[in-house]
């Protein structure tokens, strides 16, 4: 089952709709105890990362502590139906990211129909990737890379395992480029990081926080990030958009609550996370690890899940991508 997007967007904006004097009371009592933030990711990660740093944020502000509770599995699945099967009453939250956008796709058959059955609360960060090559590898620009790959047909590419936000990027990247590149999938990007380093693999789209001292430091070689805009951490590089026009792929990382979450909670908590947002503190430690703050409303991060799940819905569809 599909919910229409049109349906999601309004079910996104609906809270704003209701009285001013309900939402309010009910942001004065929440929280009244412990509140639980699932990750669908092993701890260390950027999403992990970002959940303690904003679950410590909350827990100060709001006077109640919030728990990381670490629940892998299924690409985020396991986590995700947790929080689908949960109370509506706060205390159960997720960290959503761009895997529940092509989950939706990917996996035919869930026990939760993501954009109908998790409310969005805020969107946080978003994560560049970069396209990179072993220092060996010929090519030093994107333009040469198609050239070379055109040429060479059968290229090894790795990502951190299949329907991966790295593996749909670098599909979309071979229809738009016109090339063929063999797929390696690994379980989870540091493997794919270390066969890149080693001359395993030819190239990569990886997540940018593992990826910038690599590049710094000359043993990986940096020909293209996949945002619209250069990264502020590594602004000599160029946008894959300089040389496909219309290319432009990023993660993302957010929270999310279980459908019908009282309007009062979620704007309360998107108040406040986007309060930790524009932190100085926070926002230095997520320039440090490569993320870009994406603040918004919870119609805004609504609109950006939507848009992500079509997107890459597309993609997965043309690729024939399947789950492991």
Same mark, same amino acid.
């Not at 909350?58 to 099967?85: C, H, M, P, W, Y």
């Given at each position: 089952?599909?919910?229409?997007?049109?349906?999601?967007? +309004?079910?996104?904006?609906?809270?704003?709709?209701?009285?001013?004097?309900?939402?309010?009371?009910?942001?004065?009592?929440?929280?009244? +105890?412990?509140?639980?933030?699932?990750?669908?990711?092993?701890?260390? /990660? $950027?999403?992990?990362?970002?959940? /303690? @740093?904003?679950?410590?944020?909350?827990?100060? %502000?709001?006077?109640?502590?919030?728990? *990381?509770? &670490?629940?892998?599995?299924?690409?985020?699945? =396991?986590? !995700?139906?947790?929080? =689908?099967?949960?109370?509506? #009453?706060?205390?159960?939250?997720?960290?959503?990211?761009?895997?529940?956008?092509?989950?939706? !796709?990917?996996?035919? %058959?869930? &026990?939760?129909?993501?954009?109908?059955?998790?409310?969005?609360?805020?969107?946080?960060?978003?994560?560049?990737?970069?396209?990179?090559?072993?220092?060996?590898?010929?090519?030093?620009?994107?333009?040469?890379?198609?050239?070379?790959?055109?040429?060479?047909?059968?290229?090894?590419?790795?990502?951190?395992?299949?329907?991966?936000?790295?593996?749909?990027?670098?599909?979309?990247?071979?229809?738009?480029?016109?090339?063929?590149?063999?797929?390696?999938?690994?379980?989870? $990007?540091?493997?794919? @990081?270390?066969?890149?380093?080693? /001359?395993? *693999?030819? =190239?990569?789209?990886?997540?940018?926080?593992?990826?910038?001292?690599?590049?710094?430091? /000359?043993?990986?070689?940096?020909?293209?990030?996949?945002?619209?805009?250069?990264?502020?951490?590594?602004?000599?590089?160029?946008?894959?958009? #300089?040389?496909?026009?219309?290319?432009?792929?990023?993660?993302?990382?957010?929270?999310?609550?279980? +459908?019908?979450?009282?309007?009062?909670?979620?704007?309360?908590?998107?108040?406040?996370?986007?309060?930790?947002?524009? &932190?100085?503190?926070?926002?230095?430690?997520?320039?440090?690890?490569?993320?870009?703050?994406?603040?918004?409303?919870?119609?805004?991060?609504?609109?950006?899940?939507?848009?992500?799940?079509?997107?890459?819905?597309?993609? *997965?569809?043309?690729?024939?991508?399947?789950?492991?």
């Amino acid at each position: 089952m599909k919910l229409p997007r049109r349906q999601f967007l +309004r079910l996104a904006a609906g809270a704003a709709a209701l009285p001013a004097i309900s939402r309010t009371a009910g942001a004065q009592v929440y929280p009244t +105890r412990p509140v639980r933030l699932l990750v669908g990711a092993a701890p260390g /990660g $950027s999403l992990d990362i970002l959940a /303690g @740093l904003m679950g410590q944020w909350l827990s100060d %502000k709001l006077g109640r502590q919030f728990i *990381i509770e &670490n629940r892998t599995g299924a690409g985020v699945n =396991v986590a !995700t139906e947790a929080v =689908v099967r949960a109370a509506p #009453d706060g205390y159960t939250l997720l960290m959503v990211s761009t895997p529940n956008a092509t989950n939706a !796709t990917l996996y035919e %058959k869930l &026990n939760f129909v993501f954009l109908r059955d998790i409310s969005p609360v805020a969107s946080m960060v978003s994560v560049p990737l970069v396209m990179m090559v072993h220092p060996s590898f010929p090519a030093r620009s994107v333009s040469e890379f198609i050239a070379y790959a055109k040429a060479h047909p059968g290229i090894n590419f790795g990502s951190s395992g299949n329907g991966s936000t790295l593996h749909v990027t670098a599909e979309m990247f071979k229809m738009m480029a016109g090339v063929n590149m063999a797929h390696v999938a690994y379980r989870g $990007s540091a493997p794919m @990081l270390t066969d890149l380093l080693g /001359g395993q *693999i030819q =190239v990569a789209f990886a997540d940018m926080p593992p990826s910038v001292e690599h590049i710094r430091t /000359g043993t990986l070689r940096a020909l293209a990030v996949t945002t619209k805009e250069r990264s502020s951490s590594l602004p000599e590089i160029p946008t894959i958009g #300089d040389f496909l026009p219309g290319f432009e792929a990023s993660a993302w990382q957010g929270i999310g609550a279980p +459908r019908n979450t009282s309007a009062a909670i979620v704007e309360r908590l998107n108040k406040e996370i986007n309060a930790g947002l524009a &932190n100085p503190v926070i926002k230095e430690r997520l320039g440090d690890l490569g993320l870009s703050v994406l603040s918004g409303s919870p119609a805004d991060f609504g609109k950006l899940i939507a848009d992500e799940t079509e997107k890459w819905g597309k993609v *997965i569809r043309t690729a024939n991508i399947k789950p492991e």
